[in-house]
């Protein structure tokens, strides 16, 4: 079994460079031994042999690889210290902000950014990249349409002026749409931006190795301009930070020296 998961991970690296080492091994293989025997495969190689053939098998092991959970303004409080403390920080060095929603998942991040965004800057200023390795997760994010649940922790005032509900959710307003621009990236793989201001990635950190972090975070130092911000999850501090060229400016807020 181990022979024929290694085997997989080369195999899945070599077509899509997608690198499953630099995951945590315990829960990424426990993820994919329940999804290829949901799809009646015995073994990877029978899997990854079907994969390169049925492009529907294919996307949903990169939807399963990655890591869906998601919700607007999560973890409300965090969000709080951005809007009052951190963007009018940055927005005293610069009068245009140039902000990435990393692993954006199915858009509820980087929407949630275009809400605060607009209250400190014409909403026409406002442009956020938001990448994710998952393209069916990025078309959906696009679309822009969500739960009530989704939707718990929006203000009032935001959630009437950028949704519209229908009977079984929410549309983002086409407004808000166009402050995002959704992209595809592979964090562990593909080349980063340069001189961002902020860069959120929160909750995704988790699941990689330890190596895997550290390079994660040189990248993310390097593509911010000094004084520039990189906002993690609440569960994803960054200890010896100076490493990195950072510094602790808020509670999982880190400054670019």
Not at 233 to 246: D, H, V
Request: net charge neutral; charged share 30%.
């Amino acid at each position: 079994m181990a022979d024929d998961y290694n085997w997989f991970i080369e195999q899945v690296k070599e077509r899509t460079g997608i690198d499953l080492n630099l995951y945590k091994e315990t829960q990424m293989k426990r993820r994919l031994i329940a999804l290829r025997e949901k799809r009646n495969y015995q073994d990877f190689r029978s899997y990854f042999t079907a994969m390169t053939s049925d492009d529907t098998l294919q996307n949903e092991f990169l939807e399963r690889m990655t890591i869906n959970v998601s919700e607007f303004f999560r973890n409300r409080k965090r969000w709080d210290v951005l809007d009052e403390t951190i963007i009018p920080q940055l927005l005293k060095e610069k009068k245009r902000l140039k902000v990435w929603s990393a692993a954006c998942s199915t858009g509820e991040e980087p929407y949630t950014l275009a809400m605060i965004l607009q209250k400190h800057l014409p909403l026409k200023d406002v442009s956020i990249l938001a990448t994710d390795i998952d393209r069916a997760i990025l078309q959906q994010a696009k679309v822009g349409y969500y739960t009530e649940r989704s939707l718990k922790e929006i203000p009032v005032e935001l959630k009437e002026r950028f949704f519209t509900k229908d009977r079984a959710g929410y549309y983002v307003s086409n407004e808000l749409k166009q402050a995002v621009t959704f992209k595809q990236h592979n964090l562990l793989a593909d080349r980063f931006e340069r001189d961002c201001d902020l860069i959120v990635c929160r909750n995704v950190l988790i699941y990689f190795t330890e190596e895997a972090k550290r390079e994660l975070y040189h990248k993310f130092s390097e593509a911010l301009r000094p004084g520039g911000v990189l906002f993690v999850g609440s569960t994803e501090q960054i200890f010896e930070a100076s490493k990195y060229g950072l510094e602790t400016n808020e509670t999982f807020f880190y400054r670019k020296v």
